[in-house]
């Protein structure tokens, strides 16, 4: 059986599950180009491709239909919106994903981003490279209110950080959480509308789909506060860019602190990208070396279990 690996995460810090999917039996067929496969590339791999561990890499129908001989597809990560689930559902592929593996990173990067704002600090390193000395004022995180959107994994650690840093945390989530969650984070589960209105920082944790697609638009800019932060380590496309860049602009919120675009690469001269109060890091909330090891750890055990190619305990 032929497995493809796309995520550059295997070659660096996979090479001892490689092995144990090739003492499998298993043909494995990883990149280690250092780049992002093309489309062409990557469609001629996966045709006879019993499995794949895909990244970012889309996987739509016209592609799923060539793959004749898919059995599985599990994420190296967590959401699947680059995989086309029905398709995937009605022809029998198995949809797995790494659920877990990169809460740690991922909760870490919305604090650092949120201290990155706080204390102007992209643009004061900017600033002090260029020969300037000047003094801006920040703020303190502290006593601040952060409003969680989502409240898997991710959120619930962004939570148990934003307690640790004296924060008071408020939660949306459609689901009902246990007082004894809430305890622990010392959290509130509020509706949608008082997330916005009273966040001082607001943190998205969604997936994309059809009901999140652009959930932040014009009318909840509106409601958000003129200092506000929103921060979104989730998927691009769960916030309106359009009606966000018109937000900061018009200074309706403070800033905006992405890992995630809409396109990814975005354009060059994007014109969100020349706005002061936007931040945009390249998707690398979950890359942090610990983070790619358990990854790949993880995935590999999908990929033995569901092939019938697990260790035996004896």
């Given at each position: 059986m032929k497995i493809v690996i796309t995520p550059r995460g295997f070659a660096n810090y996979g090479q001892q599950e490689i092995q144990k999917l090739k003492d499998k039996g298993l043909d494995v067929d990883f990149n280690d180009t250092g780049a992002a496969y093309s489309v062409d590339v990557f469609l001629e791999k996966c045709k006879d491709a019993d499995a794949v561990i895909v990244g970012v890499d889309k996987m739509n129908r016209a592609f799923l239909e060539q793959c004749k001989n898919l059995k599985l597809i599990c994420k190296f990560g967590v959401g699947v919106d680059n995989i086309d689930i029905d398709y995937a559902e009605k022809n029998n592929i198995a949809v797995e994903r790494t659920l877990g593996t990169n809460t740690n990173a991922v909760a870490e990067h919305v604090i650092a981003l949120m201290f990155a704002q706080a204390k102007n600090i992209v643009a004061t390193v900017e600033m002090v490279k260029n020969g300037g000395w000047e003094k801006p004022t920040g703020f303190e995180l502290f006593n601040k209110t952060i409003?969680?959107?989502?409240?898997?994994?991710?959120?619930?650690?962004?939570?148990?950080?934003?307690?640790?840093?004296?924060?008071?945390?408020?939660?949306?989530?459609?689901?009902?959480?246990?007082?004894?969650?809430?305890?622990?984070?010392?959290?509130?589960?509020?509706?949608?509308?008082?997330?916005?209105i009273e966040g001082d920082y607001i943190s998205l944790h969604l997936p994309l789909t059809v009901n999140t697609k652009n959930i932040i638009s014009k009318k909840e800019f509106q409601l958000m506060k003129s200092s506000a932060c929103l921060i979104n380590t989730a998927r691009g496309g769960i916030v309106d860019e359009d009606a966000l860049l018109e937000a900061l602009k018009s200074k309706e919120i403070r800033s905006a602190c992405f890992d995630v675009f809409s396109t990814e690469p975005p354009e060059k001269n994007h014109v969100l990208l020349q706005q002061d109060n936007f931040i945009l890091t390249s998707h690398i909330a979950a890359r942090t070396a610990e983070a790619e090891r358990h990854t790949c750890q993880t995935a590999t055990k999908i990929i033995l279990n569901t092939l019938g190619l697990e260790e035996r305990k004896h």
């Open positions: 409003g969680i959107v989502g409240f898997g994994a991710i959120g619930q650690q962004v939570a148990y950080y934003a307690k640790g840093l004296g924060m008071k945390v408020i939660i949306f989530d459609v689901v009902p959480i246990s007082k004894e969650k809430l305890q622990a984070f010392d959290a509130k589960q509020v509706p949608f509308e008082e997330i916005l």
